[in-house]
């Protein structure tokens, strides 16, 4: 029998629209997806925050080739 474990992650203490904030918040992302096994991560954010998070993707595509908004 397969069991899951969900656990709350750390909070990062910065600005929540600062572009590194962002970043990092993506690459945790894709790494808790990848011990998964999940190929895609699905990443969410509000309105004010996807354009910062598009503006990422737009400048560094292979980096986040895996994330889907």
């Known amino acids: 029998m397969l069991k899951n474990k969900v656990m709350y992650q750390p909070l990062i203490d910065l600005p929540p629209s600062d572009p590194e904030t962002i970043s990092l918040s993506m690459k ?7 011990a998964t096994g999940q190929k895609f991560v699905v990443y969410t954010v509000d309105q004010n925050l996807y354009r910062v998070v598009v ?15």
Not at 28 to 34: G, W
Not at 55 to 69: C, E, G, P, T
């Open 28 to 34: 945790h992302a894709q790494k808790l997806t990848a």
């Open 55 to 69: 503006h990422l993707q737009w400048n560094d595509s292979s980096a986040y080739k895996d994330v889907y908004l």
